[in-house]
């Protein structure tokens, strides 16, 4: 694997203010989108169009997740309220309404039933995601806990807030067992490796910090870019990944040494996104795509040399 090659597939515009969230469904050919507008879009990507809007919002939505147990799609707002919606059959089958500040982070476990959800107000709260019920919450940090991450095992959680700490969390009792401080500024995403090996950190301080597992000491720090790293992805399949920053670049590394494969810019001679990037994620092995202030979201061809 000595270089990529990167080009752009799809322009998908529609979206009428800047675009906050991406996530997959249950098949490559599903996207959905948003953000600022009123209503959550999903896109069919065989055709590269607007599909429909799965549903209308009263306020800003900061969070998509999707369980594929259910096939459901997890929606939180900047009112403070999470809402379930079953993609195939088009139909709301719960509003969670617990928070009162807007939702930044949503997370379901594999293993067992539960979701997670992260606010502004500085709390965490679990779900029951049989009949969407609330099992407990806690307090994680005084800010905006703004990111969340599971490991591969799924019995480690690190939420990343405001404050710019990271704390990590045991899955099975949802007790803290460590904090890190490493960053100087707010953290704005994070991520488990596929391998469960090492923790990936962004912040509003442009860092990538790189963490090993087994300690969550400090392996490596990366200034990867100019501003605030806003989402952090690992490729499907190869030991590469993503980072998407308020830069407006899209940057791709080596997993193996965290060296710099491709710089996806307009001072690299791109056509890609004029304002801040605010998420990125892989559709498939050849494919990602990333949602901007710009109101675009692109769709990204890759092909390993």
């Known amino acids: 694997m000595n270089r990529i090659e990167v080009n752009k597939k799809y322009t998908l515009s529609g979206h009428q203010n800047p675009i906050f969230a991406v996530e997959t469904g249950s098949t490559p050919s599903m996207l959905f989108t948003a953000g600022n507008d009123k209503g959550v879009v999903e896109w069919d990507l065989d055709v590269g169009k607007f599909k429909r809007i799965l549903l209308p919002v009263k ?3 900061y969070a998509l997740h999707y369980l594929p147990a259910g096939k ?3 929606i939180g707002e900047r009112s403070g309220l999470v809402t379930i919606v079953d993609v195939e059959k088009h139909l709301v089958v719960a509003r969670l309404q ?10 379901a476990f594999r293993t067992k039933p539960e979701l997670i959800v992260s606010s502004e107000d500085g709390t965490v709260s679990i779900w029951d995601t049989v009949n969407f ?9 005084a800010e905006t ?10 019995d480690t959680i690190a939420f990343g807030a405001k404050d710019s700490k990271i704390r990590l969390f045991h899955a099975r009792d949802y007790l803290q067992f460590q904090e890190i401080n490493e960053h100087s500024a707010a953290i704005t995403a994070l991520t488990f490796s596929p391998d469960g090996n090492f923790l990936l950190t962004g912040g509003r301080d442009a860092q990538l910090n790189v963490f090993e597992t087994k300690d969550f000491l400090l392996n490596r720090n990366i200034t990867a870019h100019m501003f605030s790293i806003y989402g952090i992805a690992y490729h499907p399949s190869f030991p590469l990944f993503t980072t998407a920053s308020r830069d407006k670049s899209i940057k791709i590394w080596r997993a193996t040494d965290y060296s710099l494969m491709k710089n996806i ?3 690299k001679g791109y056509e890609t996104h004029r304002l801040s990037i605010n998420n990125i994620t892989w559709i498939n092995d050849h494919t990602f795509a990333s949602v901007s202030d710009d109101k675009m979201v692109l769709i990204w061809n890759t092909e390993l040399i």
Do not use: D, M
């Not at 019920?133 to 940090?141: A, D, G």
């Open 133 to 141: 019920k609330l099992l407990y919450h806690f307090n994680v940090s």
């Open 98 to 107: 617990h928070h009162e500040k807007p939702i930044f982070g949503i997370q």
């Open 265 to 267: 810019s307009l001072e």
């Open 145 to 154: 806990v703004r990111c969340i991450a599971l490991n591969r095992t799924e």
């Open 72 to 74: 459901l799609l997890a």
């Open 59 to 61: 306020s800003s939505v």
